[in-house]
């Protein structure tokens, strides 16, 4: 399978985030050949918007 990966526009260093593919799949950034996360990306979105994975 072929992914088209894309960077949060609110990164401003293009090493320390995490990419995000049309897929609904993620990755971290600083090591694109490794580990793939697949989620549905429509509550895992939602998730991150009401703040469920904020540090506190």
Known sequence: MTFSWRKSSWSTDQTNCVEL????AVRDSKNPTGPILTVELA???????SGRFDHS
């Open 21 to 24: 593919a049309n897929t609904g």
């Open 43 to 49: 509550p895992f979105l939602a998730a991150i918007k």
